[in-house]
């Protein structure tokens, strides 16, 4: 499986592209080692989602993100305040590639949010399949 970049752009200061290899590169205290302890069900490594808005620099404008899984037509788009400082993208399982079997490219993750449908940051905000990240002015596209 060719690795994919993930992308992150919109409204944002510093559109990213960024690899497994870049994101397992960053700090130790930007990285989850083990997603289990934020959520038993879910595996994995993954990134601070913040970590990575740092990076992107969204622009005082923004006021949501929108997760898009291009392989299935998925998007979510979630108020950037409530999910910056608590989702986390899942990038590796077992120190492999997330295979798309397990919802790879990248699995985002938001824990212990809500069951689907009951609010703007519910389940159904936890994307599998992610491979953009967008940075919108009032919400972005939502297939939910």
Request: aromatic share 4%; with cysteine; charged share 25%.
């Amino acid at each position: 499986m060719a690795e994919t970049n993930l992308t992150i752009d919109g409204e944002v200061e510093t559109p990213l592209a960024l690899s497994r290899d870049d994101m397992a590169a960053l700090p130790g205290d930007l990285l989850v080692p083990d997603v289990s302890q934020l959520e038993p069900r879910r595996q994995g490594r993954a990134v601070q989602l913040n970590a990575l808005l740092d990076r992107a620099a969204p622009t005082a404008a923004a006021t949501h993100l929108t997760l898009h899984a291009s392989s299935d037509d998925f998007a979510a788009s979630i108020p950037l305040d409530v999910v910056r400082n608590s989702g986390v993208l899942i990038f590796e399982i077992d120190g492999e590639a997330v295979e798309p079997a397990q919802g790879g490219p990248y699995r985002f993750l938001i824990p212990n949010a809500a069951a689907c449908q009951t609010a703007e940051l519910d389940a159904c905000a936890n994307v599998k399949f992610v491979d953009r990240i967008e940075l919108t002015v009032g919400k972005g596209r939502d297939t939910r």
